[in-house]
């Protein structure tokens, strides 16, 4: 497994990897808000990134390929991405405590809105005019998953609404670094650390300690949280921005919202109505143009 993850991924299989990320990210939605049962918004993150952490440690140390790219030049390369991971995530958790979790996956993504003109604020790139057409088809969808026309909006949104600005960031910046990464795997552990550093800081005085015991499903609502939607996807995401641009990583970002509405209403009973499922079809079919103008 881990000599396969050495090799950087072809472009087709990138894509399919980042579908596979999304649907963890998606199901990450419901086992947030489950997870908030046990902690406040800060130490459910600092739990998570560091548990994370601690368990992606000896791994490295006992695999010497990895254990060569553990050195200070990759810890400070992965600070800025971690820092905005952090941000991503700790904004989103804040906001589920306010809005349902369908709303969430789909606010999550408007981060399409800002990536391009971070890449050619910060990388120099320029922007295809035909990404704007599916960036404002991917608006609309997101405008109807959320009934603003209906005044539907609370704090939780404009919480999410930050943590799409923070995961833009996040994305590009990851771009900017991506060719100085020697190893996929130990930078996302560099970046784990790193975001988990705010929300531990902010944890300690300003809310109370995790409640014990724990339930099953919180326990395993923070398995899934540190070691599939923190290690393995965010892992997925550091080798496929070595092959993809910030834009088409973003766009394939998207899925993650129908993956996050489809376990809400499995899991907690969330429901669309028609214009709803209007607006996820839309956000779908702009994700699936953006990467085929990507290959062309």
């Known amino acids: 497994m881990l000599k396969r993850l050495k090799k950087d991924p072809s472009p087709k299989q990138a894509v399919i990897e980042l579908i596979f990320a999304a649907s963890?990210?998606?199901?990450?939605?419901?086992?947030?808000?489950?997870?908030?049962?046990?902690?406040?918004?800060?130490?459910?993150?600092?739990i998570r990134f560091y548990l994370a952490f601690l368990f992606a440690i000896p791994v490295i140390f006992s695999v010497p390929q990895l254990k060569k790219y553990f050195n200070w030049e990759q810890f400070w390369l992965a600070a800025w991405p971690g820092l905005f991971l952090?941000?991503?995530?700790?904004f989103q958790t804040a906001g589920l405590a306010y809005t349902s979790v369908t709303k969430s996956g789909f606010i999550t993504v408007l981060y399409i809105v800002f990536v391009p003109f971070l890449e050619k604020l910060l990388l120099g790139k320029s922007i295809k005019k035909s990404h704007f057409?599916?960036?404002?088809?991917?608006?609309?969808?997101?405008?109807?998953?959320?009934?603003?026309?209906?005044g539907n909006w609370n704090v939780g949104?404009?919480?999410?609404?930050?943590?799409?600005?923070?995961?833009?960031?996040?994305?590009?910046?990851?771009?900017?670094?991506s060719q100085k990464i020697g190893s996929a795997f130990v930078f996302n552990v560099f970046?784990?650390?790193w975001a988990g550093i705010i929300p531990l800081v902010l944890a300690i005085p300003f809310e109370p300690l995790p409640k014990f015991p724990v339930s099953a499903r919180v326990l395993g609502?923070?398995?899934?949280l540190s070691f599939a939607s923190t290690l393995l996807a965010f892992?997925?995401?550091?080798?496929?921005?070595?092959?993809?641009n910030s834009s088409t990583v973003s766009m394939l970002f998207l899925l993650e919202s129908p993956f996050a509405a489809y376990f809400a209403?499995?899991?907690?009973?969330?429901?669309f109505n028609t214009s709803q499922w209007v607006g996820a079809v839309l956000i779908l079919g702009s994700a699936l143009a953006s990467v085929r103008l990507s290959s062309d």
């Open 221 to 224: 609502s923070m398995l899934v």
């Open 157 to 177: 949104d404009l919480l999410t609404l930050i943590c799409a600005l923070m995961a833009s960031s996040q994305i590009v910046f990851l771009e900017k670094q």
């Open 86 to 90: 952090s941000g991503t995530l700790v």
């Open 24 to 46: 963890i990210w998606g199901f990450g939605f419901v086992c947030a808000r489950w997870a908030l049962d046990f902690a406040g918004t800060f130490w459910m993150n600092a």
């Open 265 to 271: 209403y499995l899991f907690l009973g969330e429901s």
């Open 191 to 193: 970046q784990t650390f």
């Open 235 to 244: 892992l997925i995401q550091v080798r496929t921005q070595k092959v993809l």
């Open 133 to 150: 057409i599916y960036v404002g088809v991917a608006l609309v969808g997101s405008a109807l998953i959320c009934d603003f026309r209906g």
